[in-house]
């Protein structure tokens, strides 16, 4: 047993807060009462991660369920991972400081490649077996969802399952699994096996890559009745209500602002954009829904810039009036419009937005959508 506490290592690092939880919106739950206990793991550092919307929405779903207790954790940056190591402190959940290694699931997100190092990293700090086949019966299912999850392959070796498309329906099965499981007292192997039965779950135990002479992957082949040939990604066919009251940060994080998505998929078909492939059909939430969700941001949060999220935000078929609104209602509110289409990007869009800027610059503050935009920009490079 490590001889120092958690709050012995934040006195040794910079910036503290990236560990510590009890953000504004945060939800911390009794542990012994909770009958399902899922960590949502971001592997990226803290200041990354809690921009993430994703990890937000399945946060809020998860914790809405009474008994089921959703907690966070994030990579350590390089001076608290080596404090960790040094001390043998194990890697921790923000909410209630419970090692990673007690929860029942594990759910990493893969945004991009280059934080697959970072996955592995995480389990040897948690004590998790690296490899899934070294796992055992008190060891958390491991799974892996985002879009990274849709190229699966480079870590089947380390993921117990994959979780392909969208996710806010899936955690929900995914919990009443883990309740099921914890009833029954479940061995690991029938839980693995329980999980070929959801839609869009790839569970790399069950099947064998093939790979053509050149090394190139070919195709994968079930090894038992059960797996499906085809695993086809979820889709939810509206989306949920939007994300009202995410948790706000102690520390400014690469997107220090309130924001809505006001559409999911993209109708412009470009062949070389993944998230244009995976996350379509195109769905639109209404201007009336999306000011009302400013309203309760606003309330919520204490933010005074609003970002409108959209693979390409210009593309929403009611971009104008859904600016026009939200400028004539919150005069003071900057509306950022982080991603658009130079093609798309009309007259009346600009003009919506000049009229937003006008109004935030005679109250006297500045920013607005110019500023907002070059930060987005900043962000992505």
Known sequence: MPTVTIDDLLRRVSKPSRYTGGEWNSVTKDWDAAAVRIALAYPDAYDIGM???????????????????????????????????????????????????????????????????NVLNMLDLAGIPVLARERGEDDPIVIAGGSGAFNPEPMALFIDAFVLGEGEDAVVELADLVREWKRERTPREQRLRDLLRMPGVYVPRFYEARYDDAGHFAGLEPLVPEAPAVIRRRIVEQLPPPLVQPIV???????????????????????????????????????????????????????????LLSLSTTDHSEIVPMVQALTERFPNLKVSLPSTRVDTFSVDVANAIAKGEEAHADAGAGGGFAAAAERDQQARE
């Not at 402190?89 to 029942?104: A, G, K, Q």
């Open 51 to 117: 921009s993430n919307m994703g990890l937000g929405i399945l946060y809020d779903i998860l914790n809405r369920i009474e008994d089921v207790a959703c907690e966070r954790v994030f990579a350590p940056w390089d001076d608290m991972e080596a404090e960790m190591r040094r001390e043998g402190v194990p890697l921790w959940s923000l909410e209630t400081r419970h090692p990673l290694r007690e929860f029942d699931i594990v759910g990493f997100t893969f945004q991009y490649e280059m934080t697959y190092t």
């Open 249 to 307: 940060p102690f520390l400014q994080t690469i997107h220090d602002r309130a924001a809505v998505e006001i559409q999911r998929g993209c109708t412009q078909g470009c062949r070389f954009c993944q998230a244009g492939m995976i996350y379509r059909p195109t769905r639109e939430r209404s201007p009336a829904e999306v000011v009302q969700a400013a309203a309760d941001l606003m309330a919520n949060t204490g933010y005074d810039e609003l970002s």
